[in-house]
């Protein structure tokens, strides 16, 4: 079954720490996105890719990085985590040939991420 | 820029009776429209989207939604809530040539009582 998997579901980690939050999908899309959900709040875009070795920044500024080597996987890391980066990352992908744009997004369940 | 606003950040609904969620536009051209659902501890799920065409939507689990350019609105509705149906929702915009990125609102949390 297509489907897009995220890696560690949740995640309680130190004050700086270096963190990688995985995102993978099996059905070939090639748009893929990290949003960020603060309870209560919408979702912001941080970071999106059209494809391999294509990345670019999202609305929301953050201090996270990504990187797009494979066309499955779209990991989004944290090189010295801080309790403002705690939050819920969900990852997201969708195909990339509908006429005008509206892709319907797949989301993964999320990563949920605390940093004491 | 476009944006999207949701009314009522909590809405809570007896079983059967009549779901409203409402979602407000702002966009310079026509928009893409959807609304997705979120379950406890899961990732979002379309239920529904419009695009060009019929402007009510037919999604799944009962739902749909009508597109009203006047009013600048994409209000979700199902006639008869089911306590299954509890969950958080979040409405949805993106324009042509954007390539799918999606501006949410807010979300409104969903109870649905005995």
């Known amino acids: 079954e297509a489907d897009i998997y995220q890696t560690p579901r949740y995640l309680v980690i130190g004050t700086g720490k270096k963190i990688t939050l995985e995102c993978s999908q099996t059905m070939g899309h090639d748009k893929m996105y990290w949003y960020q959900q603060d309870p209560g709040m919408e979702l912001h875009l941080i970071h999106y890719s059209y494809g391999v070795n294509s990345t670019e920044k999202g609305d929301l500024s953050s201090e996270s990085t990504v990187s797009r080597i494979r066309t499955e996987h779209f990991p989004l890391t944290l090189e010295s985590a801080r309790p403002s980066h705690t939050s819920q990352y969900l990852c997201?992908?969708?195909?990339?040939?509908?006429?005008?744009?509206?892709?319907?997004?797949?989301f993964g369940a999320g990563s949920r991420l605390t940093v004491l | 820029a476009q944006s999207v606003t949701q009314l009522g950040s909590h809405v809570s609904v007896s079983e059967g009776a009549l779901v409203l969620l409402r979602c407000n536009y702002s966009s310079s051209v026509p928009p893409y429209l959807f609304w997705y659902v979120q379950y406890p501890n899961q990732g979002l799920q379309l239920l529904l989207k419009y695009t060009t065409g019929a402007t009510l939507v037919k999604g799944i689990n009962g739902f749909e939604a009508e597109f009203k350019k006047s009013e600048t609105s994409f209000h979700l509705t199902k006639p008869s809530a089911h306590m299954s149906d509890a969950a958080e929702y979040f409405c949805a915009v993106t324009l042509p040539g954007q390539g799918g990125k999606l501006i949410f609102g807010q979300g409104t949390e969903l109870s649905v009582k005995p």
């Open positions: 997201a992908s969708s195909e990339g040939l509908y006429a005008g744009g509206a892709n319907v997004l797949t």
